[in-house]
């Protein structure tokens, strides 16, 4: 599974819960639609990976040498504080309060849902970061893009 797009804004209730839009869900299918694995992501957010797109990261990293310093390091902080999480009965994900302080969640949220996994984010913080990173965008998209194939 890949090609999860869009961005979603959502609430937090007094519990840490938000409800999972529809319109996300339905680009899942429908085996990938209830259980997730809840972690924390590379910037200042949280990553949510269906189950299955968790298992294919997590397959690929078992090949990972942990006889490596470095590769173990990154083991650890990868997967520190993953949390398998399920849709409870009326479509709202929990997010753990643990979580939630590590990345400033409050209120206002954005959902940030590209290839295979979405980023949960707080609504200030993600639009900090995309203002702060626009000026940059297109010596990004040469030094990223540049260099593929056309397709030739």
Not at 34 to 48: A, P, Y
Not at 55 to 82: C, D, I, T, W
Not at 88 to 112: H, T, Y
Request: glycine share 6%; proline share 4%.
């Amino acid at each position: 599974m890949a090609g999860l797009v869009g961005e979603f804004e959502v609430k937090l209730d007094a519990k840490g819960r938000f409800m999972f839009p529809s319109a996300l869900r339905k680009q899942l299918p429908p085996a990938c639609q209830r259980d997730f694995m809840l972690n924390k992501g590379f910037e200042d957010c949280l990553t949510l990976f269906p189950l299955t797109e968790w298992e294919k990261v997590s397959q690929r990293l078992s090949r990972m040498n942990l006889f490596k310093p470095k590769n173990r390091m990154f083991y650890r902080l990868f997967h520190q504080g993953a949390k398998t999480i399920c849709l409870d009965k009326a479509g709202r994900v929990l997010v753990p309060m643990a979580l939630m302080e590590r990345v400033g969640l409050s209120q206002e949220v954005m959902l940030i849902a590209y290839n295979d996994r979405i980023e949960i984010w707080d609504k200030s913080k993600y639009f900090e970061m995309i203002e702060g990173s626009m000026a940059d965008f297109a010596d990004l998209a040469d030094e990223v893009m540049g260099d593929l194939d056309n397709g030739e």
